[in-house]
């Protein structure tokens, strides 16, 4: 008899793997933006006023690029009718329901 050894699949294995690269970009990202050195290794005009790349946002604290869209939103308006109470319910002029037992017809 043989035994069976169970095996990660493989989506598994990808999402860690990418997990992995996406904190290892968080952190490098972190050190670059504490690091003026470092940041200035990697680009040669990092201390130019008008340099902008994911290090500086990241050392401003704008980790969303999106953040800085402006968004305007209006509250929707919704009609509200109000219906009027009846002592009757409307049923049907001529009893369509099946007989107990019956069902459609065959086809």
């Avoid at 340099?51 to 869209?69: D, I, K, R």
């Amino acid at each position: 008899m043989t035994a069976v050894v169970p095996v990660a699949p493989r989506p598994f294995r990808f999402t860690r793997g990418i997990a992995a690269l996406c904190a290892g970009a968080v952190w490098l990202l972190g050190v670059l933006a504490i690091s003026p050195q470092l940041h200035d290794h990697v680009h040669e005009d990092a201390a130019a006023p008008h340099h902008e790349c994911a290090v500086t946002l990241f050392q401003h604290g704008a980790e969303n690029p999106l953040a800085f869209s402006r968004l305007s939103v209006a509250p929707a308006e919704f009609a509200v009718a109000t219906l009027a109470p009846t002592d009757s319910i409307a049923r049907p002029a001529a009893d369509v329901r099946l007989q107990p037992g019956r069902g459609p017809p065959r086809r």
